[in-house]
């Protein structure tokens, strides 16, 4: 069992990826000994975040808090993967200081690919003024500008992201790299 603990923090627009890619390293951590939690936004805003909203106070403080839960288990261990848009550059560089084994994750993807997309039918709706404050339409969303790993979900297929991803770990020695039998 591993004991070395860090958070994989993906940022990205609805629909980009984050969680499909969350729930696509899990069982991978979870197989190379690491014990693992996923806090994902969706489930997030329904529990710890209940009745927050989409101002950038609500935002703010809904990213710092899965952030400090972020802390606590990877301080003790845990292999955490956060899943929220997480659209403030400098909220997120706050997360990195308090965590210190971060490695961010941008899930990029073109407006136009996801509203040609639209998991979840919310692009339409947004480009039609029915939703308020919808990141990447009608609310700002701040790019990182050194992340650890870029993946770039509009021409990259699932297992060639999380490829990306394992071997940025691997890399920086939070994963052990899995021996090669002939
Ligand atoms: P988010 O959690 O960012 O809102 P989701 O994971 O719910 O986004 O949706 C992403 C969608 O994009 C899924 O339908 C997924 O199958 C698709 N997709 C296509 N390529 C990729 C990729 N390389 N990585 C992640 N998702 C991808």
Request: hydrophobic content about 35%.
């Amino acid at each position: 069992m591993s004991d070395r603990g860090f958070t994989i923090w993906f940022t990205g627009l609805s629909g980009a990826g984050k969680s499909t890619l969350a729930q696509a390293l899990e069982p991978v951590l979870r197989q190379r000994g690491h014990n693992v939690e996923i806090l994902d936004g969706d489930v997030i805003r329904t529990n710890l975040s209940k009745g927050l909203g989409f101002s950038k106070e609500d935002r703010d403080t809904n990213i710092l808090r899965i952030g400090f839960v972020a802390h606590l288990l990877s301080r003790n261990g845990v292999a955490v993967i956060t899943a929220a848009i997480s659209p403030y550059r400098e909220i997120r560089d706050q997360n990195r200081e308090l965590i210190g084994d971060f490695i961010e994750v941008y899930a990029r993807c073109s407006i136009e690919a996801l509203t040609r997309r639209d998991v979840k039918g919310l692009y339409e709706k947004a480009i039609r003024g029915e939703i308020q404050n919808f990141t990447g339409i009608s609310d700002p969303y701040e790019e990182p500008l050194n992340p650890e790993v870029t993946v770039d979900t509009e021409t990259e297929t699932v297992e060639e992201s999380l490829g990306k991803i394992l071997s940025c770990l691997e890399e920086k020695g939070y994963l052990e790299p899995v021996a090669v039998s002939a």
